[in-house]
């Protein structure tokens, strides 16, 4: 049965500075990853190759948009064994810039248990690109950024709509389906799927079904990042790679392939 991802969190600083004044500047997008302690080096490095994944995805933020790096605070702690409380993730304070509402540092802190256990089962870089994503705005700063509406279930971000109508085949949506099932931490957070990720949504991609996109409620493995996900973080103020997205997504997935792929025996 698939697992839940961690429960989101929204509630976070907002803090409304206001930038000055360097319109024709875009800083390139940096993550910082500070190791709080309670994770090994195995692990440390698949935090780093996340935040790898996610700079080659999206090296910079839009025009006229000046950030420091997003500095992420990554965390292991004992908390309630395997299952249950896997941990939390999502910004810790928020900025405003040129328009947009940004992370600028947040936290990633995992149960240590679920942390051995996921990464014996092959999924932890899965599950930490995923939590990442949240800390950079998905999920967590849509409703500052006019793409989403809660309770609606209907993404309307102008990027992610356009490659999500032609990813997923899909010409005449008027919107990206949004998660409403699950805990409050999964709904309006995530992509739509069949609830507890249990069977194939029918939205088909090159890549996938829906049900294995990355940033859907439910881990399936193996995973992909859609265009639809990086188009998202341009409707939230980032600039997409170019070549985009599908190199770079398939980068990302080979990545995650040769994952899976060591740990069979
Ligand atoms: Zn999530």
Do not use: C
Request: proline share 4%; net charge negative.
């Amino acid at each position: 049965m698939p697992q839940p991802f961690t429960r989101i969190s929204k509630f976070f600083t907002l803090a409304a500075l206001i930038s000055l004044a360097s319109p024709a500047l875009a800083s390139s997008f940096v993550i910082n990853v500070n190791f709080g302690g309670g994770l090994s080096s195995s692990q440390q490095s698949i935090f780093t190759s996340a935040a790898n994944t996610w700079m080659s995805l999206l090296p910079s933020y839009r025009t006229g948009i000046n950030m420091s790096p997003l500095t992420i605070t990554a965390s292991g702690a004992a908390i309630d064994g395997v299952g249950g409380t896997l941990g939390s993730a999502g910004p810790g304070s928020v900025v405003s810039r040129a328009g947009f509402w940004l992370a600028a540092n947040g936290s990633m802190q995992f149960d240590t248990a679920d942390l051995t256990n996921l990464e014996s089962n092959g999924t932890l870089s899965t599950v930490i690109l995923h939590e990442m994503a949240h800390v950079m705005g998905f999920g967590t700063l849509w409703n500052q950024n006019n793409v989403y509406v809660d309770g609606t279930g209907q993404y309307t971000g102008a990027n992610a709509l356009a490659a999500y109508r032609t990813e997923f085949n899909l010409p005449g949506a008027a919107y990206v389906p949004v998660e409403l099932g699950g805990s409050s931490g999964t709904a309006n957070g995530h992509w739509d799927e069949v609830d507890g990720g249990a069977g194939n949504t029918g939205r088909v991609s090159a890549l996938g079904d829906m049900r294995y996109e990355l940033m859907t409620g439910w881990l399936n493995s193996p995973s992909f990042i859609s265009k639809t996900t990086v188009q998202s973080f341009v409707d939230i103020g980032f600039v997409a790679a170019v070549p985009e997205p599908s190199t770079f997504a398939g980068l990302a997935s080979g990545t995650l392939l040769v994952f899976f792929l060591k740990r069979r025996r």
